[in-house]
């Protein structure tokens, strides 16, 4: 069956620097489309990025200029570079593909 593992979150200060890594399995990786989303407590779930199979991006205004979403096919392993994170980048990070395909998403709390 589709597994997705989500790893990388934590507790950073304003400024600082996360990576996010989501391990696929039960798929063609190399042919799938991949996304992060985020869910923040009493928000609705959110797309922060999404690659294409081709390569293609596109980024949540919010994160656009931060956040930078990468794959690397030999290792079935979508990435999720967070630089200069803030406060309200504070979420559950989830991995996505499918669309029905979800990690069981990864905390990631920045403090002011």
């Known amino acids: 069956q589709v597994q997705l593992v989500e790893s990388g979150g934590g507790l950073v200060q304003a400024g600082g620097s996360l990576r996010l890594s989501c391990v696929a399995s039960?798929?063609?990786?190399?042919?799938?489309?991949m996304g992060w989303y985020r869910q923040a407590p009493g928000k609705q779930r959110e797309l922060v990025a999404g690659?294409?199979?081709?390569?293609?991006?596109n980024y949540a205004d919010s994160v656009k200029g931060r956040f930078t979403i990468s794959r690397d096919n030999a290792k079935n392993t979508v990435y999720l570079q967070m630089n200069s994170l803030k406060p309200e980048d504070t979420a559950v990070y989830y991995c996505?593909?499918?669309?029905?395909?979800w990690g069981q998403g990864t905390q990631v709390t920045v403090s002011s």
């Open positions: 690659l294409t199979a081709g390569g293609r991006t």
């Open positions: 996505n593909t499918g669309p029905q395909y």
């Open positions: 039960g798929i063609i990786f190399r042919w799938n489309a």
